[in-house]
Every structure is written in C-alpha cells, then in structure tokens.
C-alpha cells in the first residue's frame, strides 16, 4: 500500500492515523487502521454502510475516542493520554483546528446563520462583535449564503443548511475539514450547491477528509480513495484506479453493487 | 348584612399597593423558580451522585406536599436556625423553591430532548462541555418549555396568594386588613379575585406573545 | 413528639374526608362543566368557559374566603369544612372539566362519522361511542387533577379547619420544631397521595385492558 506516489514520500504526513483501533465491547469496529494525509491533500472514504468510515472520521476530532492507536495532527498527538482536565483543555484546541461537517448539519436553530458562524470565534477566539460580524459575511459570501445571514435554520432548504454550517466550520480557520456524508440527507437536486462548495475549498487546498457516497464527486475531486469495509481499509489508490480499475473483488463487489443501486 | 360595594373607593390606595407587591413577590418568585429550576435541572442531570441524591430528597418532599405546608416550614425554620428574614423574602424563597421544583422537571425533559447532534457540533467548534450546555443546549431547552413553564408563572400568580397567610402585605392580605376594619368580606375578596384575574389575563397575553416570537428559532 | 402523633392522625383523617368529598363534587361539575364546554348551544358554551376561566383565573385561596367569610352577606352559611369542600370542589371541577373535554375532543372524528353514520342520535353517539373511549383517555390526567387537588386542601387551613396543615402549624407554633412538625405532616400528604396514585394506575390498567 505505498503505491501513492514517491512525489510525497520526503514530506512528513500532516494527518497521521496510525493503528487505529476502536471497539464497542465485543464489537471491533476499527481494525487497524492506518492513514497519513498530506497537506492540501484530498482523500475519500467509501465503504458500505456500518464499515466504520463515520467512527474513524469521528475519532479524529476525538468525538468517539479511539481504543488503540494513535492521531497525530502535524507534531501534536490529537488523543493523548493526560488527565481529565488538562485533556480537555487539550482536545478543545484540538477541535478548534478541525472542522467537521455532519450529515444532519446540526445547525443550532435558536440561532440566526450570523449566530452560528459567529458563536465559537466570539467565545473561544475572543473577537468583537464588529470582528466576527466581519469573518460571518467572508464566509456566508464564500458558500453564497450571505443574503441570508439573518435568517434561521429553520428557513432555509437542506442545502443552504449544509452551507452555512460549512461556513461555520471555516470561521474557525482549520487546518483539516472533515465531512460525514455531507450531500447524504439533500435532496438530489440540492447536491449539487453543495459539492461545488466543497470543490471551491478543493481549488483553495484545504486537506480533507470526506467520507462519501457520490462515486462521481469523489472521482472528479479527490486524490486518493480508501474502501473500507468491516472495519480494515481493503484497498486505496488514485481516483482513476478506483473506480476504472479496481484489484480486490470486494471493491470491485462493493462498487457494483453500488452503481446498479444508484441512478440518480 | 347586603352588598354595599361603596366602601371600596376609600380603601383603593392599600388594595392596589397590595397588587403591586402581588406582581412584584411573583415577578421576584419567578426568578427564583427560573433560575434555580435551572440549577436543579443541571444537578439532576449532571452531578455526581452524592450530591445528587440530596436533591432527588427535597425535591420528592416538596412535590408531595402543599405549598402552604412548605410556607410555613420556610418562614418558621428560618426563624428556628436563627435567620431572621422580612416575611416578603421567605415568601419569595418559599413560592420560588416550590417553582423551581416544577420548572427543574421540565427543564430536564427539555434538556435531554435537544439533539445529541447538537451537541456534538458545539463540541466540535471548540467549546468545552459547560461553553456547549450554555450556549446550545440551555437556551434550546428553555425555548421548548415555554408554554409549560409559563402555565407554572401563571400558577405561581394566583398561588401568591399563600404567603398572606405568613404575614405577607400583598394582595390578599391588604383586603384582609380593609375587611377588618369594615367587616365587608364579599365586596373586597371579589374586588381582589378581580385583580387577580385581570393580572392573569396579562400572563396569558405575555405568554402567547413569547410563544409566537420564539416560533422562528426551532 | 410522641404525644403529637394522635392528633397528626386525626388530622389526617380530615384531610382525606376533604380530599375524597371534593374529588367527588369536582368529577360532578367536571362532567357539567365539559357538557356544557361542548353544547350545541352558544349560551350553555360561553357559560361553561366562562366557568372555567373564572375560577381558574383566580386563587382558590381567595374563591374559599368569598364563599367562607362573604357567603353570610349574600345568606350563605357554611361552617368551615362545609365551604372548603364546596369552594375546592369548585375550584377542582373547573380544571377537571378541562380535562374532560380534552380526553372528549382527543377522539378520532372518524368515530363520531361512523358512528352516525349508522343512525345513532348525538346523544346515543356520545353515551355509547365517544364517552367509553374518551374515559379511558381522561383518567391519566384526571389523576394529576385529583394529586393537585389533595395538595390544595391544605388551603382550608386559612380558614381553621383542623387538617393536616392546620396542625402543623399549630405544632410548629407550640414545639418551635419546624422541620419535624414539617417532616410528620410531610410524609403524611405523600402517604395518602401514594395510594391516591396507587390507584388512579389500577383503573388506567383496568380501563386499558377492556
Ligand atoms: N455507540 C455505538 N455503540 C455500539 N456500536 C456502534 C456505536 N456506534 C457505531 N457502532 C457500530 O460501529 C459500526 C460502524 O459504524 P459507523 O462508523 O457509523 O459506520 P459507517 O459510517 O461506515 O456507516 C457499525 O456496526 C455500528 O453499528
Ligand atoms: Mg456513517
């Protein structure tokens, strides 16, 4: 598996996910698992469902803790073993460098858009209002959401959540933008809004990590794909060996079975 | 002995001073139940259990047990231990803890009812467990027991009425003084049951308006 | 203390009189009351809700002192215990016709339709088709009612009727023991509401299986 190209081989991983290992009681739900992503780099996770790309994606920023292994964001260890108080001190600046983007948005609906770009750089940042108003209208502008920044969640479609809660994600400046089948809950029609959104963010080199089931925008924007299933990543390459040319039958299994299914 | 309901004009003066300390020990209760609702509500859901369980005690006795009891348990108890409070603020306590109470249980329900998600994407941001119950959870879970919590505000009003009974000048002791000195029960108690019931027609309308604001934010 | 405990005991037997008296008279106007809430006829309907407005609007504290120390003006005369049931009764059947009209109203449209559809008269509907459903709705809530209820009776000590209430204060008065006085009375109250509880659950199991 080191198949990925000796242009990066001299540059140190900016994610570095080595022997992850999560389980739930009995359960082994993450098997060894190894992952290092260059800056700027794009990197896909598909798999079916219950093969545990949400737990890996999650276990980065520490939302489901890992049982084995460790996490390293550029030089610091992201789950470190520290007591109680001072891990969580740690993991909050941890988080803060960290964007992730659920499948659900989890937009806070007591607030407008401006409250929920504006409510971690104001409380964890310290910016004034005036600052914070200016950061909000930067990013609503950047995800096209900005004639709707006093508007609440409840007003807006699927995909105009999804955007602001990706503009959300960005106020807070992260080095690594995670996404959780972001386009999963939209309607077909709204996808698209989305994935250009996060096409723009591809052009910028943000690194990400996006956990997917659009074959089609993993192949036009990523570069490198892991198929996971059962908790072990079975085979990982370039976009275009992929999904052309696939080695391993489960992947090959997994991705028929999918196209047959999907004719959006 | 009929109705002469022309004594009233004179004594007008004390009854609407009473009125005002009526809204005022509700308006003081209402904080109390609020805030310590709130309180009660967090410890019931987030502390450990030694310091749970204390709470789980007082809160089973005061709700298995008349407010009027727990008035006189207050006022008298806070005398006994050497504390000596005005009347006024062991009624604010007494109404505010029996409130608080109530509220505490609706608060819980609404806290557990905001979305895990909810949470997770707060902690996501950055924010710490207490900056994630602050700013998301709380201010979620207040909005979805308004129209509860605002019946329990409008029982509180007319409950107010209890504290007369530990000296208390508001409403209904101040007809109570009218009545001693012109031996005219029916005529003042209706007046005050009038007042009452206009203050209580304001709650509602409050409580409506609150409702209809908070619509957009869910 | 031990000498208090025969009159808490009394005390408590005239807190159940008063709690099973007024449950009684509050289920009665409740049943009005909600009859009257859904009349075909404006008059009846506008009296019904302005019943329940009136004297839920208002503190059952001040509603007991109008009927108790008022009632003489205008050739009313109870003793004490007398107004307390008849004033927390009232009191009560106000919020328990909310309630019954509520259980009534919960049912299912389709059913009143069915139901004339068949040729049943209105009465006939709501005697055979809509009551038997919406009692079996309406005895959950019923219950919480009647629990407030058994708390409200503690107001008749205003007016000196030796109930529990009552003698806890005047307990609290002579031993200058506070939280005992409050503990006895305390444990008392939930004693009864505990069985109150205990059964209103026997007839939502019994009502629920038939
Ligand atoms: N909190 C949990 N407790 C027990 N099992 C869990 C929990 N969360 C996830 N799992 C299990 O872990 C496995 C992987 O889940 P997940 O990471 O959500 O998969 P994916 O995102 O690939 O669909 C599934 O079998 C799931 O049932
Ligand atoms: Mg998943």
């Keep these: ?264 | 002995m009929g109705l002469d309901f022309t004594v009233i004009p004179q004594y007008l003066d004390i009854i609407l001073w009473g009125a005002l300390w009526t809204i005022l020990i509700t308006l003081g209760a209402a904080a109390v139940s609020f805030i310590g609702g709130m309180i009660l509500a967090v410890i019931a859901l987030y502390a450990p259990k030694l310091v749970r369980l204390p709470f789980r005690a007082f809160a089973f006795l005061f709700m298995g047990t008349p407010l009027l009891l727990q008035l006189f348990l207050i006022y008298f108890g806070l005398v006994q231990v050497g504390i000596d409070v005005p009347a006024v603020m062991a009624g604010i306590i007494g109404l505010g803890l029996h409130f608080a109470v109530y509220n505490s249980e609706l608060f819980q329900t609404g806290i557990l009812a905001v979305d895990k998600g909810q949470i997770e994407a707060a902690r996501t941001l950055g924010l710490g467990r207490m900056q994630a119950l602050r700013k998301v959870v709380v201010p979620q879970a207040i909005r979805d027991v308004i129209p509860p919590v605002g019946n329990n505000m409008i029982a509180l009003l007319k409950d107010s009425a209890l504290v007369s009974v530990i000296g208390v000048s508001e409403l209904t002791l101040s007809a109570q003084r009218a009545i001693g000195s012109t031996y005219r029960p029916f005529e003042f108690y209706v007046l005050v049951a009038v007042i009452y019931y206009i203050i209580n027609l304001f709650m509602e309308a409050a409580q409506r308006r609150v409702e209809r604001r908070v619509q957009a934010s869910r | 203390m031990q000498k208090v405990f025969p009159f808490f005991l009394e005390a408590a037997w005239i807190t159940v009189l008063l709690s099973v008296l007024t449950t009684i008279l509050g289920l009665i106007l409740g049943a009005v009351g909600a009859s009257a809430r859904l009349s075909r006829f404006a008059l009846i309907r506008f009296l019904g809700a302005a019943y329940v407005s009136v004297f839920r609007g208002t503190p059952a504290l001040i509603q007991l002192f109008i009927l108790y120390f008022g009632g003489p003006q205008i050739g009313i005369q109870l003793d004490a215990f007398q107004a307390g049931v008849i004033g927390l009764g009232i009191n009560a059947g106000a919020y328990m016709t909310e309630t019954m009209r509520g259980a009534i109203i919960a049912i299912d449209k389709g059913q009143i339709e069915a139901a004339r559809t068949v040729g049943l008269s209105r009465f006939q509907t709501m005697r055979y088709v809509v009551l038997p459903q919406a009692m079996r709705l309406m005895i959950r809530p019923l219950g919480v009612n009647i629990n407030a209820m058994i708390k409200a009776t503690a107001l008749v000590a205003a007016i000196s009727v030796v109930e529990l209430t009552y003698t806890a204060q005047r307990f609290i008065g002579s031993t200058y023991k506070p939280f005992e006085m409050f503990l006895i009375a305390g444990i008392l109250y939930m004693i009864i509401i505990y069985i109150t509880g205990q059964a209103v659950s026997w007839l939502d199991r019994k009502a629920r299986i038939s």
């Excluded at chain 1, 389980?23 to 545990?52: H, T």
């Excluded at chain 1, 737990?55 to 049982?67: E, F, H, K, M, Q």
């Excluded at chain 1, 007591?83 to 988080?95: A, D, M, S």
């Excluded at chain 1, 460098?97 to 659920?102: A, D, H, K, N, P």
Aim: charged residues 25%; glycine residues 6%.
């Design chain 1, 1 to 264: 598996m080191n198949d990925q190209g000796d242009h990066m081989t001299d540059q140190k991983p900016f994610v570095d996910i080595q022997h992850a290992q999560k389980s739930y009681g009995a359960l082994e739900v993450l098997k060894d698992i190894n992952l290092q992503v260059q800056k700027g780099q794009i990197v896909a996770i598909i798999g079916p469902s219950g093969s545990g790309k949400s737990t890996l994606l999650r276990a980065i920023n520490d939302l489901d803790p890992l049982t084995g292994g460790e996490i390293w964001l550029e030089d610091k260890q992201i789950n470190k073993n520290l007591p109680h108080r001072q891990y969580e001190k740690h993991i909050n600046l941890v988080r803060q460098e960290i964007g992730m983007v659920f499948q659900h948005f989890n937009l806070f609906p007591h607030l407008t858009v401006r409250g929920n770009v504006t409510l971690a750089p104001k409380m964890l940042k310290g910016l004034s209002d005036a600052d914070a108003n200016k950061l909000a209208e930067e990013q609503l502008d950047k995800v096209g959401m900005l004639e709707r920044i006093d508007y609440y969640p409840s007003q807006l479609s699927g995909g105009q959540k999804q955007r602001v809660a990706i503009a959300r994600a960005l106020a807070m400046n992260p080095k690594v933008m995670l996404f959780d089948e972001a386009t999963s809950a939209l309607d077909p029609e709204l996808v698209e809004e989305v994935n250009l959104v996060m096409k723009k963010l591809a052009e910028e080199h943000m690194t990400m990590i996006i956990v997917t089931h659009e074959m089609s925008f993993a192949e036009s924007v990523c570069d490198r794909v892991l198929f996971m299933d059962q908790g072990v990543v079975v085979e990982e390459g370039p976009p275009e060996v992929m999904f052309r040319n696939p080695k391993n039958d489960r992947t090959k299994e997994f991705l028929r079975k999918h196209l047959a299914g999907q004719h959006r």
